[in-house]
């Protein structure tokens, strides 16, 4: 091996450690980049030559620029968060609606309910009273607005959990063809054997966001692509550089939305999201807020029934017959009211018989009713049932706040895992900056001595 070898060595050195030290210095650039994986330089020993016989290595190559990155810790972020993003939907939404049940008050539904029939009760102390009648009036008033406005709140929310899916669908449509954009670029890049680990990076974070959206699997194609389809169905969702996409059209029926799936070169075809924050709206837009409405509704028009038919079995104050008390058309919550044709406190019918206005015993036995088993197949008072919702409405928010929490704990435990082997660290990237600076020095000196040599052998032959 000749001097000029020598400085050949030297000067692929000083290449080889200016290339590691970018790459560390990318790496310190990057150490709050989310999503990023620290990068190392893969050194080998470039192929040797023969001198003499024996073989003489040549120096220094660069094998790859590889991304500390664990592919099984990449899918149990994907799974986790699309429990996550499911389970936070529902607790965030769920305490939304937990107010509307609130009965530490004393002045919501079920206080209504108790003070309404408490006023037939004071009306049996004085049938014939005026102030009597009249707040049962006014309590029947009371309860009707309390049931408008448990029911106004509840499809309130039922509303926004479907007009969120507009902005939610549209949020996943642009993830899907910014993942494709990007296996796009992967595949170009790597394809001219050029280095595509930040483009990496950033596909492979697009793909956990989306995976807290809607449930997904997905596969890495040899081409650096990644290949992803939706879990609630195995529609292909990415194909490549080809992207599905979800759209909205509404439901003659309810009128709510419904979701469609457009795979790459297919034709929309009706899906059902169960997963990820599509699938947790849908749920409470479809299932869980009306399952708590069908129960409010239960118990206004089983009020609005029995309170009418013992109504009508008594007489008012002209010694008429009862009439309906509430509108018998009331078909739930939303429209339980007063019969309108109840103008005037004479109609009251607290009488039990047409000869006794005095009488007390038609008021005496509606205000009985609150204590009857007349919900659940004749096993509950309307308290008791309304009661039972409101537990059932804390117990949900609890479960949901308590499974949320455990989510994030996991989510939180697998990160740091990430982290701790694909996160950068500033320690190590300063140790390899030192170590890749005195490697740089000693090439450059390599070359400075093989120089320093090669003049003295030339002033030797002057």
């Known amino acids: 091996m000749g001097l000029s070898a020598a400085m050949e060595i030297g000067k692929s050195g000083l290449n080889i450690y200016r290339v590691a030290t970018e790459v560390t210095s990318e790496n310190i650039a990057n150490v709050n980049t989310p999503g990023y994986s620290r990068q190392r330089v893969v050194l080998e020993s470039a192929p040797?030559?023969?001198?003499?016989?024996?073989?003489?290595g040549t120096g220094v190559n660069i094998a790859t620029v590889e991304r500390y990155y664990d592919g099984l810790l990449q899918k149990q972020l994907v799974n986790a968060q699309t429990t996550q993003g499911y389970d936070t939907t529902k607790s965030n939404v769920l305490q939304q609606v937990e107010p509307t049940f609130n009965e530490v008050t004393n002045d919501g539904l079920g206080a209504a309910i108790s003070n309404y029939f408490g006023a037939w009760q004071d009306l049996t102390l004085n049938p014939a009273g005026t102030a009597e009648r009249q707040a049962v009036l006014s309590r029947a008033q009371i309860l009707t607005d309390n049931f408008h406005s448990v029911s106004k709140a509840l499809n309130d929310t039922i509303s926004i959990q479907n007009d969120t899916l507009v902005p939610l669908t549209s949020d996943i449509n642009a993830t899907l063809n910014n993942i494709a954009n990007l296996n796009m670029q992967i595949r170009a890049t790597e394809l001219v054997s050029g280095?595509?680990?930040?483009?990496?990076?950033?596909r492979d974070q697009l793909v956990r966001d989306l995976s807290s959206q809607i449930g997904i699997t997905y596969t890495e194609n040899s081409d650096g692509?990644?290949?992803?389809k939706y879990a609630d169905g195995g529609a292909a969702l990415v194909t490549g550089s080809t992207a599905g996409s979800f759209s909205l059209t509404i439901n003659a029926g309810t009128g709510f939305y419904d979701v469609n799936l457009t795979p790459p070169g297919g034709v929309a075809a009706l899906v059902a999201p169960a997963?990820?924050?599509l699938g947790a709206t849908m749920a409470l837009r479809d299932t869980i807020i009306p399952g708590y409405l069908t129960q409010v509704n239960t118990l206004a028009t089983t009020i609005t029934s029995q309170v009418n038919t013992q109504h009508k079995l008594g007489f008012d104050a002209a010694g008429v017959a009862g009439i309906d008390f509430f509108s018998a058309a009331a078909t739930n919550a939303?429209?339980?009211?007063?019969n309108p044709v109840l103008t005037s406190t004479t109609q009251i019918a607290a009488s039990g018989n047409t000869l006794l206005i005095g009488d007390n015993s038609n008021a005496l036995k509606l205000a009985q009713l609150q204590n009857q088993k007349l919900m659940t197949g004749n096993t509950t008072t309307f308290n008791s049932y309304y009661g039972t919702l409101v537990s059932?409405?804390?117990?949900?928010v609890k479960s949901s706040m308590n499974t949320e929490a455990q989510d994030i704990a996991f989510t939180k435990q697998l990160t740091t895992l990430r982290e701790s082997n694909s996160g950068v660290s500033l320690d190590e990237e300063m140790t390899n900056l030192l170590k890749y600076q005195r490697s740089y020095q000693a090439s450059a000196k390599l070359?400075?001595?093989?120089?320093?040599?090669?003049?003295?052998?030339?002033g030797l032959i002057r």
């Open 225 to 228: 692509s990644t290949d992803i």
């Open 447 to 458: 070359i400075t001595t093989a120089t320093e040599m090669m003049d003295i052998a030339l």
């Open 275 to 277: 997963t990820g924050q």
């Open 195 to 202: 280095n595509a680990n930040e483009t990496r990076d950033q």
């Open 48 to 56: 040797p030559t023969t001198q003499n016989g024996f073989p003489i």
């Open 392 to 396: 059932k409405v804390g117990l949900d």
């Open 334 to 338: 939303a429209t339980f009211g007063i």
